[in-house]
């Protein structure tokens, strides 16, 4: 995967690859009826999420990176901790709040706007309208530009998924460019120039920077 080794820094999120120790809590979110059908997933057991943590992990034509909220951002933020995964990375504990992912097309299939696609999901509820999804797709966009090359997004998000598009369109600048109803999905796309580009990683704090994977560790 492209950002086996990788994390990124924003002004509030830590991103980093998805590893074997968020799984469990990775695996409880995606039990969430709500959660399923908004990103439209399909339950996995807890062996077959292991499974697919490192398919992510392998894969060369997708990534993921976790989300988490430092504790000592949380603590400025008004969240209540309780309940909770916290971890520890280099000495810094970080609660796991949602993902983001990059999916590249396959090189025959003809996609929006010849976009990559990209996504986001908050799972944890008491951190949304806090503007984490925001940060965290500006975040993704820097990195897919800047360490991937690519300049096109495309969000394929359900109809009825009020709060997604909002953030695409609203949040993001993304716009309309085609519904899919046999999908009940509409494809918002983006093109991201260097003005825009900068201007993501001021706002979001983009830092890029290496991660040893033995550096994370649960407590
Ligand atoms: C959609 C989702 C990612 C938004 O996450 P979030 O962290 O709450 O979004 P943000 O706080 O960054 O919102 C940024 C902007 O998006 C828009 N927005 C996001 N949620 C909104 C809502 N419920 N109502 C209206 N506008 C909304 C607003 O413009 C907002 O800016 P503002 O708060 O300054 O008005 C979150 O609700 C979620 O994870 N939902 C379930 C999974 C999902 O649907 N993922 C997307 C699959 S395509």
Redesign the pocket.
């Known amino acids: 995967m492209y950002n086996r080794y990788e994390c990124v820094r924003g002004k509030r999120l830590v991103l980093t690859p998805y590893l074997p120790l968020h799984v469990p809590t990775y695996h409880k979110w995606m039990t969430d009826a709500?959660?399923l059908a908004?990103?439209c997933s399909e339950p996995l057991t807890l062996d077959e999420e292991y499974e697919n943590q490192q398919s992510w992990l392998a894969s060369t034509d997708k990534l993921t990176f976790i989300l988490h909220v430092p504790m000592t951002v949380l603590s400025e933020m008004n969240v209540p901790s309780e309940g909770l995964t916290s971890l520890d990375l280099d000495g810094e504990r970080l609660v796991m709040v949602?993902d983001c992912n990059v999916f590249v097309p396959l090189p025959h299939v003809v996609e929006d706007n010849g976009g990559v696609e990209v996504?986001?999901?908050?799972?944890e509820t008491r951190?949304?309208?806090?503007?984490?999804?925001?940060?965290a797709m500006q975040l993704l966009i820097v990195y897919a530009t800047c360490r991937l090359g690519f300049r096109s997004f495309v969000?394929?998000?359900?109809e009825s998924?009020?709060?997604?598009r909002?953030?695409f369109v609203?949040?993001l600048g993304f716009r309309h460019f085609k519904n899919v109803p046999v999908f009940d999905e509409v494809h918002f796309v983006r093109y991201a120039n260097d003005h825009d580009v900068e201007t993501f990683a001021v706002t979001s704090g983009y830092s890029p920077s290496g991660l040893g994977e033995l550096k994370l560790v649960l407590p």
């Open positions: 709500a959660l908004t990103t949602g996504e986001v999901m908050l799972a951190f949304r309208r806090l503007g984490l999804a925001r940060e969000a394929k998000i359900l998924n009020v709060d997604s909002n953030l609203h949040g």
